[in-house]
C-alpha cells in the first residue's frame, strides 16, 4: 500500500500567518494517464471532510486563493498564503492513483 | 445541487450485518465512481472501498475484503454498502463520497459492539 507521510501532526498559526503542511508518498502517485491523483482535504469539527484541492494544485469550485498546492511524483505541499479564523480543521492529503486509495493521518490546525 | 444523504447505520453485535444505503441527487450517478469512507471516533479517514460507475468492478481494502460489498442502483441512484461479519475495529462513521471524493455525504454511524 502507498504510505502518506503528512506533517507536520499540528500547526499553531496566528491568523494573518501563512501555514504550510507537507505530505510525501512511499511511491510515486503519477497514474498511467500521467495524471496525479494526489488530493487536499478539510474536515472542520463536527463536519464531513471538504476536498479543497485536486490533482495536485487544482482548486475546487469556491475554495479561496489563498489556498495552493504543489509538488509531484512523491513530495507534496498544501500553502495558506494568509490563515484566516474559517481553516481551522485538520487537513488530510489523500491519493486516489493507486488501489487501496490512502490518506495521510492528518494535521491540526489551530490559532495561535 | 449535488447531494449524497447515507442511512442504514446503528448498533449491532459482532459477527451480525447491516447494510449502508447512500442516496444520491444533483448529478447524473451512473457517470461517476462512487466510495465509502470510514473515519473510527476521534482516528483519521480510512478507505473502505469504491465502485465503477457501471457497477463492474469493485475495490476493497484488505480488512474488509471478503466481509463487505459495494454495490450500486444506477436506477436508484442509490450506492450500497453490505456489511457481514462485523467486528469491533469496523466501528466508525461512515461517509460516501462521489469520486474523486469531491462531494462527501454526512455520514452515518455504526457502533459494533455486545
Known amino acids: 500500500d502507498v504510505v502518506m507521510t503528512q506533517t507536520p501532526v499540528s500547526l499553531s498559526v496566528a491568523i494573518g500567518q501563512p501555514a504550510s503542511i507537507s505530505c510525501k508518498s512511499s511511491?510515486?502517485?503519477?497514474?498511467?494517464?500521467?495524471?496525479?491523483?494526489l488530493n487536499w482535504l478539510l474536515q472542520r469539527p463536527g463536519q464531513s471532510p471538504k476536498r479543497l484541492i485536486y490533482?495536485?494544485?487544482k482548486l475546487d469550485s469556491g475554495i479561496p486563493d489563498r489556498f495552493s498546492g504543489s509538488g509531484s511524483e512523491t513530495d507534496f505541499t498544501l500553502k495558506i498564503s494568509r490563515v484566516e479564523a474559517d481553516d481551522l480543521g485538520v487537513y488530510y492529503c489523500?491519493?486516489?492513483?493507486?488501489?487501496?486509495?490512502?490518506f495521510g493521518a492528518g494535521t491540526k490546525l489551530e490559532l495561535k | 445541487e449535488v447531494q449524497l444523504v447515507e442511512s442504514g447505520g446503528g448498533l449491532v453485535q459482532p459477527g451480525r450485518s447491516l447494510k449502508l444505503s447512500c442516496a444520491a441527487s444533483?448529478?447524473?450517478?451512473?457517470?461517476?465512481?462512487m466510495a465509502w469512507v470510514r473515519q473510527a471516533p476521534t482516528k483519521g479517514l480510512e478507505w473502505v472501498a469504491s465502485?465503477?460507475?457501471?457497477?463492474?468492478?469493485?475495490y476493497y481494502r484488505d480488512s474488509v475484503k471478503g466481509r463487505f460489498t459495494i454495490s450500486r442502483d444506477n436506477a436508484k441512484s442509490t450506492l450500497y454498502l453490505q456489511m457481514d461479519s462485523l467486528r469491533s475495529e469496523d466501528t466508525a462513521t461512515y461517509y460516501c463520497t462521489r469520486c474523486y471524493f469531491d462531494y462527501w455525504g454526512q455520514g452515518v454511524m455504526v457502533t459494533v459492539s455486545s
Open positions: 511511491q510515486s502517485l503519477v497514474g498511467t494517464s500521467g495524471k496525479t491523483y
Open positions: 465502485i465503477t460507475n457501471s457497477g463492474g468492478s469493485t
Open positions: 489523500l491519493q486516489g492513483t493507486h488501489f487501496p486509495n490512502t
Open positions: 444533483g448529478f447524473t450517478f451512473s457517470n461517476y465512481y
Open positions: 490533482l495536485v494544485s
